[in-house]
């Protein structure tokens, strides 16, 4: 699956730690049995881009059920 430049190091950490990507029509999801789900775009409309995915994997792994 293609990901946008800005966003592979995060992606690439995300799956090392046992998110799974998958594909949607516009977006990408990172999913993690006991996390949920993170959805975010292809590509990123801002350069805060990169820093919001990190938060939201924190977030989605800090509620670990």
Known sequence: ???????RATVADAVARGWV???TRKHLRLVRPGCGVVVFPKTP??????????????RAERVDV
């Open 1 to 7: 699956i293609k990901v946008h430049k800005s966003l």
């Open 21 to 23: 990507l998958e594909r």
């Open 45 to 58: 409309s801002e350069y805060r881009g990169q820093k919001n995915l990190e938060a939201d994997l924190r």
